[in-house]
T-cell receptor, first 114, second 109 residues
Framework: IAGITQAPTSQILAAGRRMTLRCTQD?????MYWYRQDLGLGLRLIHYSNTAGTTGKGEVPDGYSVSRANTDDFPLTLASAVPSQTSVYFC?????????????FGPGTRLTVL | GQNIDQPTEMTATEGAIVQINCTYQ??????LFWYQQHAGEAPTFLSYNVLDGLEEKGRFSSFLSRSKGYSYLLLKELQMKDSASYLCAVRDSNYQLIWGAGTKLIIKP
């Protein structure tokens, strides 16, 4: 089934640890995005990638890094996790950036940092 | 700053009609999206408006007025499965989506 997969589904992490959230899509979409969703707030963009080999910073990039080595994969890394990074993380993709294309979301990763 | 406002929570009765409003102030406008998100799940696309007027898709309709910075999502013949959060998002001048906090819709029998 075509779509976006994320791993892990959930994770409890000690503060200071390094963590990589994985995201893979098989729709050959050029653009990919990482959002975090916190109670009472809208989805906030962390980083994005308009095409393989390029990345950009969103609204809340501090403490996170991304890479886009190929079209399908867009991992998000927390170099040294802090409790304020406790959130639900969604990966999304769209056919093209800078267009009216719809964004499609993965199932999310629920991360708790203690 | 950029801002999307929606009611936090609404309650409606099964079989009835409900209108969820969204007002926005953004740097530029390149379309407005509505997504549905069931608890613990990913957002899923419902509708897209870029021109003024009403877009109808079965039981769901979405309206846009760009001059007023206003949209609404209209849900007819409500079913229990419509209990979810409804997210309004505007694509700004940089083609990034700015999201509202969502409206939690509770459907009662």
């Amino acid at each position: 089934i075509a779509g976006i997969t994320q791993a892990p589904t959930s994770q409890i992490l000690a503060a200071g640890r390094r963590m990589t959230l994985r995201c893979t899509q098989d729709m050959r979409h050029n653009a990919m995005y990482w959002y975090r969703q916190d109670l009472g707030l809208g989805l906030r963009l962390i980083h994005y990638s308009n095409t393989a080999g390029t990345t950009g910073k969103g609204e809340v990039p501090d403490g996170y890094s991304v890479s886009r080595a190929n079209t399908d994969d867009f991992p998000l890394t927390l170099a040294s996790a802090v409790p304020s990074q406790t959130s639900v993380y969604f990966c999304a993709s769209s056919e093209q950036a800078g267009s009216t294309d719809t964004q499609y979301f993965g199932p999310g990763t629920r991360l708790t940092v203690l | 700053g950029q801002n999307i406002d929606q009611p936090t929570e609404m309650t409606a009765t099964e079989g009835a009609i409900v209108q969820i409003n969204c007002t926005y102030q953004t740097s530029g406008f390149n379309g407005l999206f509505w997504y549905q998100q069931h608890a613990g799940e990913a957002p899923t696309f419902l509708s897209y408006n870029v021109l003024d007027g009403l877009e109808e898709k079965g039981r769901f309709s979405s309206f846009l007025s760009r001059s007023k910075g206003y949209s609404y999502l209209l849900l007819k013949e409500l079913q229990m499965k419509d209990s979810a959060s409804y997210l309004c998002a505007v694509r700004d001048s940089n083609y990034q989506l700015i999201w509202g906090a969502g409206t939690k819709l509770i459907i009662k029998p």
